[in-house]
């Protein structure tokens, strides 16, 4: 079994290595749209453009299963990707809407995740009696992709995004975002014991392991080894040292062309 997923840069890893935990010896391909980070901001049209893109680029790789680990993207061009594939699919908001308990519920999100509400769409349409509010965080991509994770400037500008949020009395935070789970201390620091962290990529891995399992799917890969591939469309270097903090690996990353559908080096 090949399992696809993708992201505008290293939020997606934060997915994998879910998705790894349960599933170790599984074989991944993994697209980072490094050129274009960050989505958050992008248009919808933008959006589905890139999804479209996305979705040529794997129809070529071969894959099983396909995992949707930008959060903007499964907000707005769920359907483009779905209509191209003929693999099962797991996305983030859906799988992570499943599993809401509370009554008041805060999501921080990328502008374009927000603009769209679907996080609130999708768990009012389980619990429609939940409150749910949606808080825009256009800044903390751009530092999480530049590794600024530790200094007083991003520890302010998420004292300011978690406020509101606090002041609604939220039971429960969803990081609707896939580069958030990177900044789990800080967001853990800020927060009181009593709400509770939902990263989606939970619910997501548990899903697509129980998949896995009713269709007694023999997901190891012929070596029983973790098989990574690494695909960037820029900087495949500093990638690389990415993928080595978070996943404690040191992959080959490769440059591709998502216009031209194939690799340049
Ligand atoms: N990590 C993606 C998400 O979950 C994209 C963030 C971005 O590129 O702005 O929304």
Same mark, same amino acid.
């Given at each position: 079994?090949?399992?696809?997923?993708?992201?505008?840069?290293?939020?997606?890893?934060?997915?994998?290595?879910?998705?790894?935990?349960?599933?170790?010896?599984?074989?991944?391909?993994?697209?980072?749209?490094?050129?274009?980070?960050?989505?958050?901001?992008?248009?919808?049209?933008?959006?589905?453009?890139?999804?479209?893109?996305?979705?040529?680029?794997?129809?070529?790789?071969?894959?099983?299963?396909?995992?949707?680990?930008?959060?903007?993207?499964?907000?707005?061009? /769920?359907?483009?990707?779905?209509?191209?594939?003929? @693999?099962?699919?797991? +996305?983030?908001? %859906?799988?992570? *809407?499943?599993?809401? #308990?509370?009554?008041?519920?805060?999501?921080?999100?990328?502008?374009?995740?927000?603009?769209?509400?679907?996080?609130?769409?999708?768990?009012?349409?389980?619990?429609?009696?939940?409150?749910?509010?949606?808080?825009?965080?256009?800044?903390?991509?751009?530092?999480?992709?530049?590794?600024?994770?530790?200094?007083?400037?991003?520890?302010?500008?998420?004292?300011?995004?978690?406020?509101?949020?606090?002041?609604?009395?939220?039971?429960?935070?969803?990081?609707?975002?896939?580069?958030?789970?990177?900044?789990?201390? /800080?967001?853990?620091?800020?927060?009181?014991?009593? @709400?509770?962290?939902? +990263?989606?990529? %939970?619910?997501? *891995?548990?899903?697509? #392991?129980?998949?896995?399992?009713?269709?007694?799917?023999?997901?190891?890969?012929?070596?029983?080894?973790?098989?990574?591939?690494?695909?960037?469309?820029?900087?495949?270097?500093?990638?690389?040292?990415?993928?080595?903090?978070?996943?404690?690996?040191?992959?080959?990353?490769?440059?591709?062309?998502?216009?031209?559908?194939?690799?340049?080096?």
């Amino acid at each position: 079994m090949r399992i696809g997923l993708f992201d505008s840069g290293v939020g997606g890893l934060t997915v994998l290595k879910k998705v790894v935990e349960l599933l170790p010896n599984s074989s991944f391909i993994y697209l980072a749209d490094t050129a274009r980070v960050p989505y958050g901001v992008k248009t919808s049209n933008e959006i589905i453009k890139i999804a479209e893109e996305v979705s040529s680029w794997f129809s070529l790789q071969n894959i099983d299963i396909f995992l949707v680990a930008c959060n903007t993207t499964n907000a707005i061009a /769920l359907d483009v990707i779905k209509n191209k594939f003929d @693999v099962p699919i797991f +996305d983030l908001i %859906e799988s992570a *809407s499943t599993t809401i #308990k509370e009554s008041r519920v805060g999501v921080l999100a990328t502008p374009s995740t927000v603009k769209t509400k679907a996080y609130t769409k999708a768990i009012l349409n389980l619990s429609p009696r939940t409150i749910v509010i949606e808080q825009s965080c256009p800044e903390f991509v751009p530092m999480i992709e530049m590794n600024n994770i530790n200094s007083n400037q991003i520890n302010d500008i998420a004292i300011g995004y978690i406020k509101p949020l606090l002041n609604q009395k939220i039971e429960s935070l969803i990081l609707g975002c896939s580069h958030y789970p990177l900044i789990t201390p /800080l967001l853990t620091e800020l927060l009181p014991s009593s @709400v509770k962290l939902i +990263d989606p990529a %939970e619910a997501l *891995s548990l899903k697509l #392991k129980l998949f896995m399992d009713s269709k007694t799917i023999n997901y190891a890969n012929k070596n029983s080894l973790l098989d990574l591939k690494f695909y960037v469309t820029s900087d495949p270097k500093n990638f690389s040292i990415r993928v080595k903090n978070w996943l404690n690996v040191l992959p080959e990353v490769n440059l591709v062309s998502l216009q031209k559908k194939g690799c340049v080096s």
